[in-house]
């Protein structure tokens, strides 16, 4: 079992920046690959971007390239999703999640723990 817990949400304002934190616990962090993924009001839960358990790799979803950044520390069994330039269609409910030895690829059904979430609002 991985216990994921998100931190880092908030309020800011459109064209600010905001980093979100993922503190795993319970197995070898250095082993999965982790994900975050969104879901705003009235929408479906999307992909943002994804890192390998290696850290070797990343994707993102085409239209957050150049603005958000994901990244690991395995010494702190964290991952982080810096987030730039923000705009109000980011607000959403943000999820990190875990893969077992996942190559860091979009598909929600790979990830086999999930976070509680944490809220991110964009105001203009």
């Known amino acids: 079992q991985v216990r994921l817990v998100e931190s880092g949400g908030g309020l800011v304002q459109a064209g600010g920046s905001m980093r979100l934190s993922c503190a795993a616990s319970g197995r070898t962090f250095s082993s999965y690959a982790m994900g975050w993924f969104r879901q705003a009001p009235g929408k479906e839960r999307e992909f943002v971007a994804a890192?390998?358990?290696?850290?070797?790799?990343?994707n993102y979803a085409n239209s957050l390239k150049g603005r958000f950044t994901i990244s690991r520390d395995n010494a702190k069994s964290t991952a982080y999703l810096q987030m730039n330039s923000l705009k109000p269609e980011d607000t959403a409910v943000y999820y990190c999640a875990a893969d077992y030895l996942g190559l860091g690829y979009p598909r929600q059904d790979d990830y086999d723990f999930w976070g509680q979430g944490t809220q991110v609002t964009v105001s203009s």
């Open positions: 890192i390998s358990y290696s850290g070797g790799s990343s």
